[in-house]
């Protein structure tokens, strides 16, 4: 396998990593990988397809496919190709996988496989089965005291990642601005531009305590401002919203006039207190949206299931702009999403596991020099990446440390280089036992203290 790049046409698509990378966002122009043996029966020519210029800007517009650069998770791939190629007999310790590693509960599989087999749930959804927005009214209820209407405050998506694509689309007009936190989940920015829209990046600084500088946002950019995306608890940083912080969003929102979109995939994964949901601040219903995620707190990654909560009025825009997009999902899939949502001790397990794991991943880091903390939420670690080792390597970037990391030491992290150096550890590695993920530790400390990072 050898890994080309798309000066040769046809254009590569941006698929092949997709599914396993949770910011797809930034894989619209990846690189091709070419099979060796398929290459070499490759007949296509060098020359363009007659629709080479009918691409639309948005996605790069004549010169789509063609972009050489190499994106963050390509290059991950690549280091992680070379390490084992170098060291075929090493273990990789993988930290760098943004999915749950374990299956949905299994009362949750055995109740899809009955319902598969209901012929009451074979048509199209459209915007959702009422079972499914009464359990995410009783959940939001249950779990966070806030009273909603199942018919009119509730919308299912197809996961929450659709819905981060489809609520630009109610508001964003071309010149209209999205307010969004970097690092971050870009799809609603990415949607935003394709609208015509502009992106206003809020950094999320250690210095800051990884809380955006609302204050610091001009006002003629407020003045165009129509949505403003949180997302805690936070992904990457792990950071959690408070109520006062909530409190000051509300209330600005109402100042400015913008909407809020508070990206809640996490919440289930909450550490240092109670999960705390933005609904639950007075006001809040009057100028937002929350939405969740089935993905993460109930392992139900590939199940594809969430939903948009909140204003009637954007719910309802959010629906209609779904209705001319998807027509729901499976049934079975949301009947059996439902019964989930009823179990709290699915939720409650996951997050007793995560939490389990980033403990011990936090005392075995920090007894190799990093300096970091349990986070407040997410099965993510954002730790101050290191500068250089005592063998007098050094390193630019988060970027190079990582790759550092993952070639000589064969451990894979992801880099963070837009608002600081941070390397992200996930949680989500494959140890069927308690034994194992101790086993684990105890190899990654073995490793790093071979590495010999310095800050
Ligand atoms: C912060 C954040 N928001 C939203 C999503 C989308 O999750 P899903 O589409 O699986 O609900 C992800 C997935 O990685 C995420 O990390």
């Known amino acids: 396998m050898v890994t080309g790049f798309c000066s040769i046409t046809p254009p590569c698509r941006a698929t092949s990593f997709n599914r396993n990378l949770e910011y797809s966002a930034y894989f619209l122009h990846l690189p091709c990988q070419t099979n060796m043996s398929t290459a070499s029966k490759d007949n296509s020519t060098t020359a363009d397809p007659y629709f080479q210029s009918l691409f639309a800007d948005r996605i790069g517009g004549a010169n789509y496919g063609k972009d050489t650069e190499i994106y963050k998770f390509e290059k991950i791939k690549r280091a992680k190709r070379k390490a084992l190629t170098d060291h075929p007999d090493r273990v990789l310790l993988d930290f760098g996988i943004g999915e749950n590693d374990a299956m949905a509960d299994k009362s949750i599989r055995d109740l899809m496989a009955q319902e598969v087999n209901q012929p009451e749930n074979r048509g199209y959804a459209d915007n959702g089965v009422a079972e499914f927005k009464q359990a995410a009214a ?202 989930a949502l009823d179990d709290d001790s699915i939720p409650d397990q996951v997050n007793k596991k995560y ?22 939420g997410t099965y993510f670690l954002y730790a101050k990446s290191p500068v250089g080792s005592q063998a007098g390597k050094s390193f630019a970037a988060a970027e190079d440390a990582t790759r550092y990391l993952i070639e000589e030491f064969g451990i894979v992290t992801v880099p963070w280089d837009n608002a600081g150096a941070f390397l992200r550890f996930s949680v989500t590695y494959v ?25």
Request: charged share 20%; net charge negative; glycine share 8%.
């Open 138 to 339: 009783r959940f939001m209820k249950r779990r966070f005291g806030v009273q909603l209407d199942a018919d009119t405050q509730i919308n299912h998506c197809i996961g929450s990642k659709p819905a981060y694509a489809m609520l630009p689309a109610c508001f964003i007009n071309p010149g209209d601005m999205t307010l969004i936190t970097v690092p971050g989940y870009p799809v609603a920015a990415t949607h935003t531009r394709y609208y015509g829209g502009e992106v206003f990046n809020l950094p999320l600084q250690a210095e800051n305590n990884f809380m955006p500088d609302l204050d610091a946002v001009p006002d003629d950019i407020y003045r165009r401002t129509k949505i403003l995306v949180l997302n805690y608890p936070n992904s990457p940083t792990g950071k959690t919203a408070t109520a006062d912080f909530y409190a000051k969003v509300v209330a600005l929102a109402k100042e400015k006039q913008f909407v809020v979109v508070q990206d809640a995939a996490h919440i289930m994964l909450t550490f240092d207190g109670e999960p705390l949901s933005f609904l639950q601040t007075p006001g809040a219903i009057d100028v937002g949206v929350e939405v969740h995620s089935m993905s993460k707190g109930y392992d139900m990654i590939g199940w594809r299931m969430g939903f948009v909560c909140g204003h009637p009025k954007i719910v309802s825009a959010f629906a209609d702009v779904k209705d001319n997009s998807d027509s729901g999902q499976f049934i079975a899939t949301q009947k059996a999403a439902a019964a």
């Open 355 to 376: 939490r389990r794991r980033l403990e011990k991943l936090v005392n075995t880091l920090n007894e190799c020099g990093f300096e970091c903390e349990v986070p407040g």
């Open 431 to 455: 140890a069927p036992t308690e034994a194992d993920e101790d086993a684990l530790m105890e190899e990654t400390k073995r490793r790093l203290g071979d590495a010999g990072l310095t800050w």
